[in-house]
């Protein structure tokens, strides 16, 4: 196999556990080295030997498919042995299965586990008990690290440079760790960040993460260079949080009429799945201004080059 | 009804009472193309355009019409007991121009489409304007919010569960939250109906004579309370529906003196009630909140006379007799008030307890500004809803003259003096008193 990255770079840490704690450096070099692979990606022999001889684990406490497909993905196409674990979380009390789980796991020596748990700081718990890395892949309301990357990665390729655009991320910011990791990499590569929802879907304090906080839509998205909509939970549309989806989606929802508050030549996200038609339009969300689609290519390169990275750091490597 | 085009009229020689320009002062309105003209000394007939009607007032009273922020009217659901008809035919025998109907209804006022409703049923029945507040929870339910987006846009004037409280502290938080990013107002019924429980009249003396289970006032002032306490945790707008007792009035003090968005209103009939007019289990007298002691009604009548309370409403509530001819305990509560709201305050006026432009702004200007209606104001260029008041007029309340459908009145042969002798909605003259 001829085919490798040229970056050599190595992140300093053992785990990435959320993107609080990473380097402007640590973010760009990540970037720069899922770029080449979203490169090597697009050929017809996309295997290289990163993770040749290596275990990889998805420990997956709450049910998801495209963040799981694409851990796996990534790993099998660095060379690594993957196995998917979905562990239902009702089965024991949730504190005692955890910990137990990564005992277990931890005794069949693997080289990385990645973890999606529905409860917040639950990822950083496991990683306490582990001798291997540890990547979070989304722990309750706390930080999806991985998302907030291949969002970067997807804006940086189309708009050359994330500093100095202003990006409105918009929905349910309060239930949401997509927003958490997105706000603060995007404050640290130095993006003007916004969020936009109703005063019940943002947590008190958001203010103070750096961030412009308005609840309208008009207001948020003028002047706009990236519009990042979220996913509202279906338990939270009718009368807890909002009153419903048709106001939710006449006030909040992302469609043409929005969209043209934001710059002609605005950028729509969406971290997946959709709701088509709570918070997003299918116009806009299958429009040419759309990213959508190309958020899920980006997803497998960045977690290559996080894999990548982090093995680079792996005792014997 | 509407003709198309009305006379201008110049009420002439009146005590023109504007209590939004803290204007009290003798001379004449001139009213052209239903908005008032001007108010001044000595406009005349020779400064009125041609044909206008001269409406001689000999020193009567014109004040902006009356809004009364809290009626009962049947529709849609119960049309045997009230409709927009017969309400803003009351209303206008009482000088009220603007009713701000209740959600209580059934259904509940709680869609886009039964607001649409109410508009349509004013507007083609109705005499007056009707604005109608929504539901703020689906079916007062107290448990999920309307949607107050949509339903401000459609013409909700306010949001509120009617005659229950929301008991369920998230579902309240999260509704001033919301509300307050479209700056709606929520209004409350202050009670915590657990510790009312069983209650049918104020707690205390006379409820243990006449053997009835006691109302405390505590559950008002605890739910009140804790409303105060969410206000200050959302920044929301609210006003509280229908206060009682003096305790309360300690609570909402201290929320205006923090500067919260914190209003309230008293009905009429808690400020000239009392529970010893309950008597012999007058079933007329049953009412929720109860008719509290004296002591209450008198501090009520100072924080009206101060300020302190805002709005004075009808809290209008027509029962069937079916419903009223019944042991105290079983019957239900509730009076109508829509007509004798203004005559019973002028009372609070005669006996000194009140100056005539504060009652009026609290029958008017307060409660418009309050919804962000354009009424209660004599001000150029406002809509001309006007009210000519006799405030010396004795006249004797019999029930059966009154305009509403159901006969509950507690003034029923009541000495009242002062009345409306002419109400004019949208420069129309709509009522006249002979």
């Known amino acids: ?317 | 009804m509407l003709s198309d085009r009305q006379r201008p009229i110049l009420l002439a020689n009146a005590r023109i009472v504007d209590p939004s320009r803290d204007l009290d002062f003798p001379g004449d309105l001139l009213i052209v193309d239903g908005t008032i003209r001007e108010a001044k000394r000595g406009i005349g007939a020779a400064g009125v355009p041609e044909g206008t009607d001269i409406v001689e007032c000999r020193g009567r009273i014109v004040a902006p019409g009356l809004v009364d922020m809290r009626a009962f009217v049947g529709e849609p659901g119960a049309e045997g007991r009230e409709t927009i008809s017969s309400a803003s035919q009351a209303a206008v025998a009482g000088g009220v121009t603007t009713i701000i109907c209740q959600p209580d209804t059934q259904p509940a006022i709680d869609d886009p489409t039964i607001v649409d409703f109410i508009q349509r049923r004013a507007r083609d029945t109705g005499m007056v304007h009707v604005h109608p507040m929504a539901a703020l929870t689906k079916g007062l339910q107290g448990q999920e919010m309307t949607e107050i987006g949509l339903l401000k846009a459609a013409g909700a004037v306010a949001f509120t569960d009617g005659a229950r409280s929301v008991t369920n502290s998230q579902v309240m938080r999260r509704a001033l939250t919301y509300a307050r990013d479209f700056g709606a107002l929520i209004v409350h019924h202050t009670e915590d109906p657990d510790l009312t429980g069983e209650g049918v009249m104020n707690e205390g003396e006379f409820a243990a004579r006449l053997g009835l289970v006691g109302a405390p006032k505590a559950a008002e002032t605890i739910m009140l309370e804790r409303d105060i306490r969410l206000v200050t945790l959302t920044g929301g707008r609210y006003h509280a529906a229908s206060l009682t007792c003096a305790e309360s009035l300690d609570v909402l003090r201290r929320a205006k003196d923090a500067g919260l968005h914190v209003t309230a209103s008293a009905s009429i009939n808690h400020l000239t009630l009392n529970e010893i007019d309950v008597g012999p289990y007058r079933t007329f007298f049953k009412l929720s909140p109860p008719l509290r002691a004296e002591d209450d009604r008198r501090a009520l009548v100072a924080a009206l006379a101060e300020g302190l309370i805002d709005v004075v409403v009808s809290d209008h509530n027509p029962q069937d007799v079916e419903v009223k001819r019944l042991p105290f305990a079983e019957a239900a509560a509730g009076a109508i008030g829509i007509e004798t709201m203004l005559p019973a305050s002028l009372r609070l006026v005669h006996n000194g307890e009140i100056k005539l432009i504060t009652l009026l702004k609290a029958l008017s200007t307060r409660p418009a500004e309050l919804l962000g209606l354009p009424g209660g104001t004599l001000r150029p260029g406002a809509p001309a809803d006007v009210v000519v008041i006799d405030p010396d007029a004795p006249w004797i309340v019999d029930r059966d003259e009154l305009k509403s459908k159901c006969r509950n009145t507690p003034f029923d042969e009541a000495r009242l003096q002062g009345r409306a002798v002419c109400t004019i909605v949208a420069g129309r003259t709509v009522y006249e008193y002979v």
Request: aromatic letters at 4%; one cysteine or more; hydrophobic letters at 45%.
């Open chain 1, 1 to 317: 196999m001829n085919i490798a990255p040229k970056s050599s770079f190595v992140l300093s840490s053992r785990h990435l556990l959320g993107i609080e704690g990473l380097s402007y450096a640590d973010i760009v070099g990540l970037l720069d080295l899922a770029g080449e692979f979203v490169e090597l990606n697009r050929q017809i022999e996309k295997k290289t030997a990163g993770l040749r001889g290596r275990t990889l684990i998805n420990l997956f406490f709450e049910a998801s498919t495209r963040t799981q497909a694409s851990f796996e993905l990534a790993g099998k196409r660095l060379g690594a042995d993957v196995m998917n674990m979905s562990v239902s979380s009702s089965s024991i009390r949730k504190g005692e299965t955890l910990i137990d789980t990564a005992i277990t796991l931890n005794a069949m020596h693997p080289d990385i586990i990645v973890v999606r748990h529905h409860a917040s700081g639950a990822v950083e718990l496991l990683a306490q008990k582990v001798d291997c890395s540890v990547i979070n892949a989304g722990d309750g309301q706390h930080e999806h690290p991985t998302q907030a990357l291949l969002d970067a990665l997807t804006i940086r390729r189309r708009k050359g440079e994330i500093s100095g655009l202003t990006v409105a991320i918009c929905g349910d910011i309060l239930h949401s760790r997509v927003a958490r990791s997105n706000i603060i990499l995007l404050n640290t590569l130095g993006a003007r960040v916004r969020v936009v929802a109703p005063s019940t879907l943002l947590p008190p304090g958001i203010e103070r993460f750096g961030v412009e906080v308005t609840r309208d839509m008009r207001e948020g998205l003028a002047g706009a260079d990236i519009v990042m909509m979220l996913r509202l939970q279906r338990e939270r549309m009718n009368g807890s949080f909002v009153p419903s989806v048709q106001e939710y989606f006449a006030y909040y929802g992302l469609d043409q009429k929005k969209l043209a508050y934001a710059k002609s030549d605005a950028l729509v996200m969406h971290p997946g799945p959709m709701n088509r038609g709570v918070e997003i339009d299918s116009i806009v969300a299958d429009g040419a201004q759309s990213l959508i689609r190309e958020q899920v290519e980006m997803g497998v390169a960045v977690r290559m080059a996080v894999l990548e990275a982090l093995s680079r750091n792996l005792p014997n490597a």
